[in-house]
């Protein structure tokens, strides 16, 4: 039940990184219109594609790792037993969660810093602190993600062995 929400809530993510993209996308077309139609260049267009840009990426990425989106190197893993296989992706897992944790405390300290010297965009004046630290939530959000395929990774049973054609 719980995993379920979870996936949705990453869905909902990902569905405003869609929506994120279809700004920056728009604000790109009306910058261009205005620069080059009318002289006039658009206020903070260029800042809101550098917002959206970096909104993209982290809204995105709990998706992607509960689907396991991922890049992975198989050359040996296809190889292995199921129960070496299953212990590969669960240590992989908890160490996407604990990389993913302290990016995310990291970043959440350096947006704190931020807001404490009132750092700001140069024309919208939106705080550097509070964009830094919207970022190390979707990133907690990306460590729970790994944690939850942690979590399914031990939980899984290996599949039951078959015998193959030909052995004994």
Do not use: H
């Amino acid at each position: 039940m719980a995993i379920t929400l979870f996936d949705r809530l990453c869905l909902i993510f990902a569905w405003l990184s869609g929506l994120i993209a279809f700004f920056v996308m728009s604000v790109t077309f009306i910058g261009v219109v205005l620069r080059y139609g009318l002289r006039q260049p658009l206020m903070g267009g260029f800042e809101m594609i550098e917002i959206g840009m970096g909104l993209i990426v982290f809204t995105a990425v709990p998706l992607m790792i509960r689907r396991r989106g991922n890049v992975t190197v198989t050359i040996l893993a296809e190889k292995f037993p199921p129960m070496l296989a299953r212990v590969t992706s669960l240590i992989s897992d908890l160490m996407g969660t604990v990389l993913m944790g302290f990016i995310a405390w990291r970043v959440w300290l350096q947006g704190e810093r931020l807001l404490t010297y009132n750092e700001v965009t140069m024309e919208l004046r939106v705080p550097k602190g509070l964009i830094a630290q919207g970022m190390a939530v979707l990133l907690a959000v990306a460590a729970l993600a790994f944690l939850v395929c942690a979590i399914e990774a031990l939980r899984r049973t290996p599949p039951p062995l078959t015998e193959k054609p030909g052995s004994l």
